[in-house]
């Protein structure tokens, strides 16, 4: 691994961090007390699975690819799935309007990680595990 992917894999890291005390002070400070908004923890790790998938299964030699096209769809539904859920709960006034802008700043730091991590890492042909 070289200087500049573990500097990348560092900043990743601190990014991640970082959005996840946001989904955290969101639920648990004590003016707001609602653990509801720790779904959205799903919506993170389901996020990227429809991309991967279409990465191994995809045909590259192609522009435009049917099983990327349902990659991309999918992933966005889950990335707007994300941020309709605070949304909802906070407008059902299952949790206040500040828990709600706490996970909506999580949301964008964690997807701008995940996104960033497919940037730096997802780059190569073959892509595995072995190149950090």
């Not at 573990?6 to 990743?12: I, S």
């Not at 522009?63 to 096209?69: D, G, K, L, T």
Request: glycine letters at 10%.
């Amino acid at each position: 691994m070289n200087y500049y992917s573990f500097l990348a894999l560092v900043a990743l890291s601190f990014s991640g961090a970082l959005g996840l005390t946001f989904l955290l002070l969101g639920c648990a400070l004590e003016q707001f007390g609602q653990y509801w908004p720790m779904f959205v923890l799903l919506f993170y790790i389901l996020s990227p699975i429809p991309n991967l998938i279409a990465k191994r299964h995809a045909d590259d030699t192609e522009s435009s690819n049917a099983c990327r096209e349902l990659a991309y769809f999918l992933t966005t539904g889950i990335v707007v799935s994300a941020y309709g859920l605070p949304i909802v709960l906070a407008r059902k006034s299952v949790i206040q309007w500040g828990a709600c802008g706490l996970v909506m700043a999580g949301n964008c730091v964690i997807f701008l990680t995940i996104l960033g991590f497919f940037l730096i890492f997802g780059g190569g042909d073959d892509f595995s595990w072995e190149q950090w």
